[in-house]
């Protein structure tokens, strides 16, 4: 068994990455934004990388914890993917991608910002 095998075995949690792009509209020439669908219900695995204490912001705390996506070497995300990752216990996170790297075939990581949950 392969070490990507291996490390596929822990990926419990679901993963689906949309990706903005530019076209030309046909009719009017003028260059416009689309979104498509990247990846949809990719198994992957979310992990928090690092726990910090709330920052104060004014008069609100936010929070400024960093997440790491582990998956296949074969998914690769881009800066600003738009990526939704629901978790085996049924938590929804959404939020923006870094640029994947890829451990010599083994698995991919790929940082992420949280902006928001279901």
């Known amino acids: ?6 490390l596929a075995r822990t990926y419990h949690d ?3 990455v949309s990706r903005y792009y530019s076209y030309k509209d046909e009719t009017t020439g003028e260059t416009k934004e689309g979104k498509r669908m990247v990846y ?3 198994p ?5 990388s690092k726990n910090e204490a709330p920052d104060r912001e004014g008069v609100v705390f936010r929070k400024n914890a960093g997440y790491v996506l582990f998956a296949m070497p074969d998914i690769r995300l881009e ?3 738009c990526a939704e990752v629901v978790t085996q216990a049924g938590e929804h996170f959404r939020g923006r ?4 790297f ?9 940082k992420m910002i ?3 949950t279901a």
Do not use: F
């Open 1 to 6: 068994m392969s070490e990507a095998e291996i």
């Open 14 to 16: 679901r993963l689906t």
């Open 40 to 42: 949809e219900s990719a």
């Open 44 to 48: 992957c695995a979310l992990s928090q």
């Open 79 to 81: 800066e600003n993917d």
């Open 97 to 100: 991608t870094g640029k994947t």
């Open 102 to 110: 890829v451990y010599a075939g083994s698995h991919g990581e790929t």
């Open 114 to 116: 949280i902006e928001g």
